[in-house]
């Protein structure tokens, strides 16, 4: 379980792509069965990138280089409007650094799409969360932290047939 440390008791001022990277590395892959399916949405800390596709704000060297490592053909002389033309002719998959730490630990991640939280089951139980929290005291919420925990562990033993 991640602890907020911000006033509010909401994660989202305190998670970033490193916290998340140490959450998945010391408490997620080690407590998973093999082969799981892991579910994500796109917060930007689970978003990080391995190589972005170059814009037409980025450097035309960084440009060039991105052409040449995918062996893209262009002339070194042309405009930045015009290796951008050549990039948006790649066709290049997006690929996440966390979901290719999942992968090559042997589990499978499938990624929600953008701007459906009615998809996110995690949604309604962090509302929920909150909710029930409110108007706790610090040491009714220690006790809440502890019901989940326990629940959380109760539901983690639960397999679903693909």
Same mark, same amino acid.
């Given at each position: 379980m991640f602890k907020s440390h911000s006033k509010?008791?909401?994660?989202?001022g305190d998670m970033n792509a490193t916290n998340f990277r140490k959450w998945i590395d010391e408490k997620l892959t080690p407590n998973i069965p093999p082969n799981s399916v892991i579910v994500m949405d796109n917060a930007a800390y689970h978003s990080t990138q391995i190589e972005k596709k +170059?814009?037409?704000s980025s450097l035309k060297s960084d440009m060039q280089q991105w052409l040449e490592r995918r062996g893209v053909q262009h002339d070194s002389s042309m405009r930045k409007c015009d290796?951008?033309?050549v990039i948006d002719e790649q066709n290049t998959e997006k690929k996440y650094k966390i979901d290719e730490i999942l992968?090559?630990?042997?589990?499978i991640v499938?990624?929600?799409p953008p701007y459906h +939280?009615?998809?996110n089951p995690i949604e309604l139980v962090w509302g929920f969360i909150i909710e029930v929290n409110e108007n706790d005291d610090e040491d009714e919420v220690?006790?809440?932290?502890?019901q989940?925990?326990?629940e959380s562990e109760h539901e983690s033993d639960m397999e679903i047939d693909l």
């Open positions: 509010t008791g909401d994660y989202h +170059p814009t037409i290796l951008m033309k992968k090559e630990n042997g589990h499938l990624r929600l +939280p009615d998809l220690d006790d809440d932290d502890e989940v925990q326990t």
